[in-house]
């Protein structure tokens, strides 16, 4: 299972004590980059993430040799936590997505042609909300034209808000067959996000194993040090223990 990609952390970063506590779980077990997001936009009010002031916890896991990921909504977003993580560590690597809600074209250009400043940058993109070939290939075109070259582009699937038959209650609805066509179009590492799709642990358990099954190429999961006082998504983050039966990389 380590030849995938793997990302896992916290769905957002809360607290110094959080994250450090994820830090030491993630370098254990050599998770490629440990989600810190930062910027979380929420459907209704409510705490959105630390913003400017958690970037400081991004420089706290480079100092300490894990990758830090986070996932911005403006092109500025991405500069300052560039700036701040690359300079800390001539080896850390960085991970910056542009989420679902992120639908602005001009903001999807720009953010990737920050990114594509530096060789130690990565981009992932994940699909939009609602199902539609023509729009997920825009998103990805866009990027590609704002000059990130894609072997640092990475593509996430979270599924599709669910329209009719549901029957394990899936927070969002993956479409394999859609993916699977992406993929082999644009060429590009393609992974699964269990959590948004889940919506709770035993489904994130079943998604997550069956994604791998399906040769996705790696996993954005949702890990947490105490998910049950999590103060977003509660329901659908792992325990560390949890992620390691998932995939089983002790």
Known sequence: MKSKIIIAGPCAAESKEQILASVKEAKKRQV?????SLWKPRTKPGFDGLKEEGIKLLVEAAKRGVNPSTEVILPEHAQKVMNAVLNVNNKAKLLVWIGARNQNHYVQQEIARVAAKSDRVYLMVKNQPWPSLEHWEGIIEHVLHGGIP??????????????????????????????????????LSMLFDPSHTGGSVENV??????????GFDGLLVEVHPDPKNAMTDAKQQLTWEQFDTLVKLK
Do not use: Q
């Not at 490629?32 to 810190?36: A, G, M, S, W």
């Not at 640092?152 to 927070?171: D, K, S, Y």
């Open 32 to 36: 490629d980059f440990l989600r810190i």
């Open 150 to 187: 894609k072997k640092r582009l990475i593509l996430c699937h979270r599924g599709f808000l669910a329209n009719g038959h549901n029957p394990l209650g899936l927070r969002n609805v993956p479409d394999y067959n859609m993916t699977k066509i992406v993929k082999e179009k644009y060429k």
């Open 205 to 214: 358990m079943l998604l997550g194993k069956e994604a791998i099954n399906k």
